[in-house]
């Protein structure tokens, strides 16, 4: 049920001391073997990006889409930390490559935590060849747990395809979360899969899942998703690798926002008659992002006239007269005006912790979801501050 | 002291019943002959416009830029309120000019207050007589309490120049204000200048005024800012003039944004360096508007790292290595990594409760400046709901 269940990797986690708690802080995904298979990434479109996130692009141009592990952090985002940085995560890579007997540019590293800050080195190094010794079949769990920051349980999937799995791992609890940065996800597979089609599946699979969620509008410096393939159980059918792999991402999406930072409700926004599906995505987000929208559902008010003027000034077509807004199936606003509503039924509806809002732009076929929170008391706690 | 200052005005305010607790809520500025000068007015760009909005554009369209009177109230935004919306902006005008002997498409319209909510027509046309009885060249300071909505003091303004005055009121607590939405401002001069002119005059205002704040990145369905000018101290020196004007205009945003809802501190963002001042302006409004960056502020916070991340997803040319950020003049980062600073000053400064925080990224002459305020229980307090 977790990253290290297909057939042909293992997975490790454990406390090397970056944390001040003594929690567990490192975390490995490796292959059975320590050698290389297929792997594909996709990462944040932060031009902050972190010092990790360069190294595991750059190990993946370098080998074509080849990994035999991935060592990832949590503590420390390893983030804003200038030429040193790159320096401490190459040697990391280096050491896991040391214990595993491959080479340092195929093993790829996440980092996830505050950032400005370096990471403590000498407990990193004094980790990681206790980390690969504990590498098992059985260590997904022990894994995902290593990779928590604020996140309140740790998240894992398990897809079943016909005769491949698709297994995963993932952290987040903000897009970017405050004490804690990041959002990070470690897919594996059985199935074997070229590099070229490997990335494919999990472009689409991101799109749909981890690029359709908005917590807070903010994009951390360390975001990234890796994809391994271990090949053990053949080719899979193309259709139903994608749709596996969009299954896996979905569901690890699904299961950050549903454990976002102080959040008291999941919201699906949704687009639709918009005059492209581009379009609908700008105003969804635009809905998604706002703070004075997120503070209405807090307090559990319909208030739709902030939803459309939001969407008014999200830079898409938009004619106020077309407009109609309902949150389930009820309906709150048609031709732009506030429409008639079962009050007792509104208020009932808008105490559920999962709402869907639907705006109908009524201009044409475009649609699009957004999946986010609203914005609360506790949100604000865990942001104040750093410690 | 305030509006009806320069020569040539009068203003009231009174209630007439639109807000349930009896407070003031309706208000005029009003030629002193009730015969039409020269008038400009810019507005939001939101495309939710609201029926207000839409009417005094097209009566200064109508008139070529002639108003004897504008019209406000505040309790309800008539925005979202469809064709009926319209007809009842129009019909206030019409109310007013018949008191005052002028034409319809000579008075102008704002309002204020929730918006999918249409007005209480029979209480307004009722006060329209009480309120054109009670003007006077000393009711401004009643017509800026009229316009009140979530704002804790009315907000007055009168600027001496060579020769002439420039007066005027606003409101706003947010951008779009939580219960009550929207900014709205009437600024007046007995200088004697052209609608063209004094269009120049208030747009280079108030693009470094109520366009360079952002609350909470909200822009409402009804904000606007008008501009009269009686003509009776003649014509002005041109720059003086415009001076005037942006430093009216300057002195009410800081109001606004210093009376902003729940806020703990004003902050005051500036980027420089960048490669335009395009840049700089997308680059600070990141920073200023976002969730993270503003709880930190509110937590005394000064982590860098949130401001950083912001930048690199504003959509700007960005080197990470050539980031420097300082509060006040305590360098937090520089070349992209944490800076070594005095831990005390710093926590002595982020007590203030007006900070400067200047990202300088490194790569040209760009910079601007937004000013905005830190996120808040009490800001969530107050957006909850509409009641």
Chains 1, 2 share one sequence.
């Not at 491949?164 to 990041?182: D, E, Y």
């Not at 492209?276 to 635009?286: M, N, Q, T």
């Amino acid at each position: 049920m977790t990253v290290s269940s297909p057939a042909g990797f293992t997975a490790a986690g454990i406390a090397c001391g970056i944390k001040p708690s003594g929690d567990p802080d490192l975390s490995l995904v490796a292959t059975t073997d320590g050698q290389p298979v297929a792997a594909a990434a996709v990462f944040t479109q932060n031009r902050m990006t972190a010092a990790p996130v360069v190294t595991t692009n750059a190990h993946l141009t370098l080998t074509g889409g080849q990994a035999a592990a991935v060592i990832l952090n949590s503590g420390c985002a390893n983030a804003a930390t200038g030429a040193l940085g790159v320096e401490d995560a190459q040697a990391m890579c280096a050491a896991v490559a040391a214990e595993l007997g491959c080479r340092a540019e195929e093993v790829l590293v996440c980092s996830t935590g505050l950032i400005g800050y370096s990471l403590p080195m000498d407990s990193v190094r004094a980790g990681i060849p206790k980390l690969v010794a504990a590498r098992s079949a059985d260590g997904g769990p022990d894994a995902a747990e290593a990779i928590r920051t604020t996140d309140t349980h740790r998240k894992e999937i398990l897809v079943s395809g016909d005769g491949f799995m698709v297994g995963g791992m993932a952290k987040g609890a903000a897009m970017l979360a405050p004490n804690m940065a990041t959002m990070l996800a470690v897919l594996t597979t059985d199935a074997t899969v070229e590099a070229e089609h490997l990335m494919e599946a999990l472009r689409a699979g991101v799109a749909e899942s981890f690029n359709a969620m908005s917590t807070d509008g903010c994009t951390s410096t360390n975001d990234t998703v890796i994809l391994l393939a271990s090949g053990e159980a053949g080719p899979p059918d193309a259709a139903a690798f994608r749709a596996a792999v969009a299954e896996a991402c979905l569901d690890l999406a699904m299961q950050m926002v549903g454990d976002a930072e102080g959040h008291t409700k999941v919201v699906d926004v949704r687009v639709v008659g918009a005059l492209s599906d581009d379009e609908a995505r700008a105003g969804a987000r635009k809905v998604a992002e706002s703070q004075l929208v997120k503070c209405s559902w807090y307090g559990r008010d319909p208030y739709w006239g902030r939803v459309a003027s939001e969407l008014g000034t999200a830079g898409i077509t938009f004619e106020p007269d077309k407009l109609s807004v309902r949150y389930g199936d009820l309906v709150v606003a048609e031709g732009g005006v506030t429409a008639r509503v079962d009050e007792d039924a509104l208020a009932a509806y808008m105490a559920q912790d999962h709402l869907e809002v639907t705006a109908n732009l009524g201009l044409g076929d475009g649609t699009a979801r957004i999946l986010t929170n609203d914005l609360t008391h506790a949100y604000i706690d865990e942001n104040m501050g750093t410690s």
